[in-house]
């Protein structure tokens, strides 16, 4: 199957600072790469939907300034958490589909941020 | 209502039993249908991917659609310990667009 990775795995920072989480698609380009946020014992929440080269379309609730996607080539999105806050503690993951997966997303393994 | 109903459990079970986990939808754009499995702090892996209505098996899983009831299950004949993990159910009407996903059932298979 398609893999995702994604980077970093984990990361621990203080509030106040911008952590940077990228999503890599290794093996094929992601024409779509969706981003999720997941509390413990919870189901994936969307945050946002990124088409390569154009704007991020983000879900209602969620702050398009505070959560910058970018997604900048068929094979690499980034989500930047800037000014993060204890609250924006938790599992992010992303996930990449692209035309020749067909309808499929694969994930990557998720980073677990936590904001001191 | 949900377009996408799937009993969060938990479901417990003896190794080698055969597990059914399902999800309802009522959303008839769904054209697709997938099932994950997410292992603890892990993010989620593909299992299964249908298209249309009836069956489909790959091993020990088993992915079943019946549209006209939109009702999809995932069989799991001889359940192992491994297998213990949360199941989401997914499905999705266009390519490039999210995918609706079930809240997850969390399975525990007991040696």
């Known amino acids: 199957g398609a893999v995702v990775s994604q980077h970093p795995s984990r990361v621990i920072c203080k509030s106040g600072t911008s952590v940077k989480i990228e999503c890599r698609s290794l093996?094929?380009?992601?024409?779509?790469m969706f981003w999720y946020r997941q509390f413990p014992k919870k189901s994936l929440m969307l945050m946002a939907t990124s088409n390569e080269g154009s704007k991020a379309t983000y879900e209602q609730g969620v702050e398009k300034d505070k959560f910058l996607i970018n997604h900048a080539s068929l094979t690499l999105s980034t989500l930047t958490v800037t000014s993060a806050h204890p609250e924006d503690s938790s599992f992010y993951i992303c996930s990449a589909g692209g035309l020749a997966l067909q309808e499929t997303q694969y994930f990557g393994p998720g980073t677990r941020l936590l904001v001191l | 209502q949900k377009e996408v109903e799937q009993d969060p459990g938990p479901l417990s079970v003896p190794e080698g039993a055969i597990v059914s986990l399902n999800c309802t939808y009522s959303?008839?754009?769904?054209?697709?249908f997938m099932w994950y499995r997410q292992y603890s702090r892990k993010g989620p892996e593909l299992l299964m991917y249908t298209y249309s209505s009836g069956n489909k098996e790959d091993g020990r899983f088993t992915a079943q659609v019946d549209k006209s009831s939109k009702y999809i299950s995932l069989f799991i004949r001889d359940s192992q310990p491994s297998d213990s993990a949360t199941y989401l159910c997914a499905m999705g009407s266009n390519s490039g667009y999210a995918l609706n996903f079930g809240k997850g059932t969390s399975l525990l298979v007991t040696p």
């Open positions: 959303n008839s754009a769904f054209q697709y």
């Open positions: 093996d094929f380009q992601a024409t779509t």
